[in-house]
């Protein structure tokens, strides 16, 4: 527990008169201080840096500015919590203080920069180049300890600085909890609730997350007003009326508890009328009325300000009996001042829609998983230019020049404040929101910056109308509660932020601005007219809602309620939907896959959709229309960046296809970042699934690629990013190989598991059916799990004539089993053959046809096993099937090489990030090794031994599953203890001996390709993913060109190519080789030297960013025209950067140049 008042004044008294140097206090000032606040001191630092956790100079490894990397030091660094900087400022000016400021080529300087005389000028520089150090910190840790939620800097005796990003990005950290307050003076440590918050930045930094509090509270009221809610749609009124008139009941009691009605004055009128509820409704019209123009309440019984902006220009007040009354009150008891506007449009929503109530208590998005898209799409851009902005102006301050100094401020405060934002599927608006509070958080400093050189006031600014609100912010929604719901959480962040920075200042009237910033329209489909499709009758055509169901009156079963229907439409002219103007566009378009679009959406809307975007193709998601209608708008320079939550299928081999045709190396526009695979609750759900994050803007270099498992760490990683969301070798240089094609395809997919037989039910019906109609089937789960022994009726090739005639009995059983689903399905095929499989897979089964055997793997799977099936066995859907027989296939598609080929290029999917199996990427453009090699004998005998020792050891322990053993096999292979049931399975599994068999396995596959060098580098811990990859690719690319020439290394001659031919010409343009690009041959133009300092400040780091090796200014200078007249300036700019820790200085060598490095 933090320390007594009586040590904390001891505390402060022997502190605040320290000035000496920093180097000799810190670590007695900080240990000292973790005494008073009753948190471990640091731990003493040992050599491998992976264990220092917590302790004092932590070494950090960055450029150094002399050519390479050097160590830096974290004056106090404590893992997943902070990085704290010190600084020791003194009362008195020092001459040894001035000493240490950085010095520049340019004489005289009227201020330096570094630390100085506390509430001076040079002392706010000082305190924000440390600031600048502690981010610097941050970005060079080792990815994998992930980014601090804090930075602390601290001038020893004087004050502490705090700033967060909880959202473990590490980019970008903001005052905490917000610029007015983020400061904690030296004697503040008196209060034990500052001493309190500091302790918990040391334990426990993540609970000091405002949003958590704040969930918590707004989940509580959004119940509350779902109660509310309820009780009044159970008296009849209608859902969306109730709607409304609640929005406008939650506002006035937000206005209330943030002081724009007198505080107070709404509950007291609630209390004070609890008895005479026929009162609420007349009085409560009457206040609406008056804060709709402004005036005097008769119900407050006080003057209220004119809120406008269409919120209560409808001022209806619903009748509320006694005990809705009660409801009432009991929800203005709450801190509304305190609701999370990231979470509160969501859950609002769940909270007013009756059927999506249910989810209320459901997940929901955090914000830090939103804010991990908006600060790199939105908040990075344009905090970079803030950045080069500031640099500019400090160094005009120290060049004596105040007047354009504070024009550089202020032309980008006039830029961030015309900076628009665009969610085009904004649903309640929590992207929008957290935009907006981060673009509030940077006017704030930048305002404060301003005020510091000698400009107007925030509040000045504020009054003047120069100010980043709602209007900024635009959305477009298809849900209109949504839409409305949006527009007043933006009011609320808006109004809250104001409340928090001006607390006692009134904003200007009206309150609120019919800004119509939020439109309430679809954002991809425009079209004058949906035109209700009709039969020949004239009657409307319908179709089954895609919702409702009714138990089978045989069977039981849950099918489709055909009495459930809805009008189908025709769209006339459809075309694409117009969106705003914006700078920046982010947000979470609607996850909805390509098959289930027409269940979704309509047959209509799909046509006209597919239609409107034809040269998209078809076969793509819904978000990808959002995502591919960005990427052309950077790319036409009508957006500066866009950031969106999709699938994470959009790295899958068919987006990846697409998007590589716009986004990569060899194109104008590039991903900025990228998180492939990230936890995500899905709002229409309320499920969990997974996302991908991809932010897209005009680059050609380095983006930054982060990973994550359960959302909470974050390990990134710098470098070319690439369609497949990865860094390193691109999945599209390696092609589809002619060699591979037609031997793989995903099984039969039902569409109605009436189809399935269980065991028990094979007596239903008689020999002649079960021999001709019924076969055994297996789907992932027999694959990996337990076999289910089911069986499948498999009329293909029947005609319902022939299926009634010769087999009534399985008839009948598809008939009340089948039918009623299919009968309801959108497809016309699968309606009219409703007897037979969706997929019945016809042309694949010729590739089966006369093997004994055939392999299969599961398309979705935690483990990537290939396993002998069966002639008889028919696979599922979700089962590959792989038409060969022989061991030496079964080998190598087991072995090392080929799964981390597979997992490489065939992506993720699922809350359980399994690694899917698509055959024309994984299996297609993988490169066998030779046939002809001797090795193949070896790997095929191993392969034999393989499946026949995984089968045997699950005949004899029947609940053995394979996910299990392999998860097993895994903890042997990292050297992890086995819990009791994982010891269990190593026994009946015999994992150890199945560890070796892939080891045996392995080492013949390499030694098939010539490749065991790299096994032997596996072998002995070294990672191969890369090198093992790159092997690959090249391989590919050699037996492309072989088959350019007509030369195929068939994998199944005999069935590939039964006459022997060689490839024709034609075939061989199938292929669909890329060109190599051309190389590209340096320039050597002078670039032009910028006009503005902060566009020449912005130029310089770009140079010292893109340069692998520290440079000079005169290096710099030399990439300009008249370079010898840079010279002072460029130094004076490195500099700066210098000191807002933008840049690292080394040391003059003996030729008396000093280098800058970013």
């Not at 159970?234 to 929005?247: C, D, R, S, Y």
Request: aromatic letters at 8%.
């Amino acid at each position: 527990m933090p320390g007594t008042d009586a040590a904390a004044t001891d505390f402060i008294a022997r502190w605040a008169k320290s000035e000496g140097s920093e180097r000799g206090n810190y670590q007695t000032f900080l240990s000292e201080l973790c005494d008073l606040l009753g948190v471990p001191r640091p731990e003493p630092a040992v050599a491998d840096d992976a264990e220092n956790a917590y302790v004092f100079d932590r070494t950090v490894t960055s450029r150094d500015g002399k050519g390479g990397a050097a160590p830096g030091f974290i004056d106090l660094y404590k893992r997943d919590c902070f990085i704290l900087e010190a600084k020791q400022g003194s009362e008195t000016p020092a001459a040894k203080s001035d000493d240490d400021l950085a010095d520049t080529a340019l004489k005289p300087r009227k201020t330096r920069l570094g630390t100085a005389r506390r509430g001076t000028a040079k002392w706010d520089q000082a305190m924000l180049a440390a600031r600048g150090q502690a981010e610097r910190y941050a970005r060079s840790l080792p990815p994998e300890e992930g980014n601090p939620p804090l930075l602390i800097t601290c001038d020893i005796g004087h004050t502490f600085e705090l700033y967060s990003d909880f959202s473990r990005l590490g980019r970008t950290y903001t005052p905490f909890p917000d610029p007015s307050s983020h400061r904690i003076r030296f004697e503040q440590l008196a209060d034990e609730k500052t001493r309190q918050l500091l302790a918990t930045a040391w334990t426990d930094p993540l609970d000091l997350d405002p949003a958590k509090r704040s969930a918590k509270v707004t989940r509580d009221i959004a119940a509350r007003l779902a109660k509310l809610s309820r009780s009044l749609e159970k008296t009849g009124q209608n859902a969306e009326v109730v709607a409304h008139f609640l929005m406008r009941v939650l506002f006035t009691l937000f206005a209330e508890d943030i002081d724009l009605i007198p505080k107070e004055s709404f509950t007291s009128f609630l209390k004070r009328i609890e008895h005479k509820p026929e009162l609420f409704a007349p009085l409560v019209e009457s206040l609406w009325k008056e804060m709709n123009t402004g005036g005097v309440s008769a119900a407050l019984e006080a003057p209220v300000l004119r809120f406008n902006g269409g919120l209560f220009a409808e001022c209806h007040a619903i009748p509320l009996d006694a005990d809705q009354l009660k409801l009432l009150i009991d929800a203005a008891e709450q801190d509304w001042s305190d609701v999370e506007p990231a979470i509160f449009g969501t859950l609002l929503e769940r909270a007013l829609d009756p059927r999506e109530r249910h989810k209320l208590g459901a997940h929901y998005t955090p914000r830090a998983y939103v804010e991990r898209l908006v600060l790199p799409t939105v908040i990075e851009p344009l905090r970079e230019r803030w950045s080069n902005a500031q640099a500019a102006a400090l160094t005009l301050d120290r060049l004596g020049k105040p007047k354009q100094a504070r024009r550089a401020v202020d032309d980008f405060l006039h830029e961030l404040c015309n900076t628009t934002v665009l969610d085009p599927a904004c649903g309640s608006g929590n992207f929008l929101y957290v935009t907006l509070e981060h673009m509030k958080r940077l006017e704030a400093e930048v305002r404060q910056t301003l005020f510091d050189l000698g400009g107007q006031t925030p509040l000045e600014l504020e009054s003047a109308g120069i100010t980043v609100d709602p209007h900024l912010l635009k959305g477009i929604e298809l849900n209109p509660r949504a839409a409305a719901i949006a527009d007043l959480v933006l009011w609320i962040g808006h109004l809250q932020w104001h409340h928090r920075t001006h607390r006692g200042t009134t904003p200007s009237e009206p309150i609120l601005q019919a800004f119509a910033n939020i439109e309430n329209r679809d954002a991809v489909l425009a079209y004058d007219e949906k035109k209700l499709v009709t039969d020949e009758q004239g009657q409307p055509v319908t179709r089954w809602d895609g919702r409702t169901t009714k138990k089978h009156p045989v069977t039981g079963e849950d099918v489709p309620d055909e009495t459930a229907r809805e009008v189908t439409y025709t769209y006339v002219n459809p075309r694409k939907a117009e969106w705003p103007e914006a700078d920046f566009v982010v947000g979470n378009p609607p996850f909805i896959g390509d098959k289930k679009m027409r269940a979704a959406l309509g047959s209509g809307y799909v046509d006209a959709l597919r239609a409107t975007y034809s040269d998209y193709g078809n076969g793509l998601d819904f978000v990808l229309y959002w995502w591919l209608r960005c990427a052309e708008a950077v790319k036409a320079e009508k957006l500066r960046a866009f950031g969106l939550i999709t699938t994470n299928s959009i790295s899958q081999p068919f987006n990846r296809r697409i998007i590589s045709t716009l986004v990569g190396p060899d194109h104008e526009i590039g991903y900025a970042f990228a998180i492939s695979d990230h936890p995500w609750t899905d709002e229409a759900g309320a499920a969990a699934v997974r996302v991908a994050m991809t932010v897209v803007d005009r680059r050609t270099g380095d983006g930054v690629l982060s990973t994550t498992e359960a959302g909470e760490d974050l390990q990134q990683t710098t470098g070319s990013i690439n369609a497949g969301l990865t860094i390193g070798v691109s999945k599209s240089s390696a092609v589809q190989l002619k060699a591979n094609q037609g031997l793989a395809c995903p099984g039969v997919q039902l569409s109605g598991m009436g189809f399935v037989v269980e065991e028990a039910d094979l007596d239903q019906f008689p020999a002649a059916t079960r021999e001709a109609l019924i076969r055994r089937y297996i789907n992932g789960r027999d694959l990996m799990q337990v076999p289910t022994g089911r069986y499948v009726l498999d009329a293909s090739g029947e005609t319902d004539e022939t299926l009634q005639d010769g087999h009534p009995e399985a008839y009948q059983w598809i008939v009340e089993r089948v039918k009623p689903d299919r009968d309801q399905n959108t497809r016309k095929k699968y309606r009219r053959e409703w007897w037979i499989f969706a997929e019945p897979r016809l042309k694949f089964r010729r590739a089966l046809a006369g093997l004994p055997r055939w392999i299969g793997t599961c398309r979705t799977a935690k483990h990537r096993v290939f396993a002998f099936a069966d002639e008889s066995t028919l696979p599922d859907a979700k089962v590959v099937a792989i038409a060969d027989q022989r061991a030496s296939t079964l080998g190598i598609l087991s072995s090392v090489i080929h799964t981390n080929f597979a997992t490489w290029i065939g992506g993720w999917l699922g809350v359980g990030n399994d690694s899917t199996y698509n055959h024309a990427d994984c299996l297609n453009r993988f490169p066998f090794p030779d046939k002809e090699k001797d090795q193949l004998d070896q790997v095929a005998a191993v392969a034999e031994r393989l499946d026949t020792h995984r089968k045997r050891q699950q005949a004899a322990h029947p609940k053995l599953t394979l996910t299990n053993v392999y998860n097993v096999l895994e903890k042997l292979r990292s050297g992890e203890p086995l819990t009791a049931k994982e010891k269990l399975t190593h026994e009946q599994g015999l994992v150890s001996v199945l560890k070796q068999l892939h080891d045996d396995l392995d080492a013949a596959v390499f030694a098939a390709y010539g490749w065991s060098d790299l096994w032997n580098r596996h072998q002995r811990g070294d990672d191969i993913d890369e090198p093992l990859l790159e092997r690959l690719v090249a391989l590919n690319a050699e037996r492309a060109a072989e088959e350019a020439t007509g030369h195929v290394r068939w994998l199944r001659p005999d069935f590939q190519n039964p006459q022997g031919k060689e490839a024709t010409t034609e075939q061989q343009t199938t292929l669909d080789l890329p060109d190599a690009p051309a190389p590209k041959k340096p320039s050597g133009k002078k670039l032009r030297w910028p006009d503005t300092l902060p566009a020449q400040t912005a130029i310089l780091r770009d140079l010292l960013t893109a340069s692998p090796t520290p440079l000079t200014p005169e290096a710099l200078a030399a990439s300009f025209p008249t370079a010898k007249t840079r010279l002072a300036q460029i130094t004076e700019i490195c500099e700066t950067l210098t000191s807002l820790g933008l840049a690292t200085k080394g040391d003059a060598d003996l030729s008396g140049q000093v280098k800058f490095a970013a």
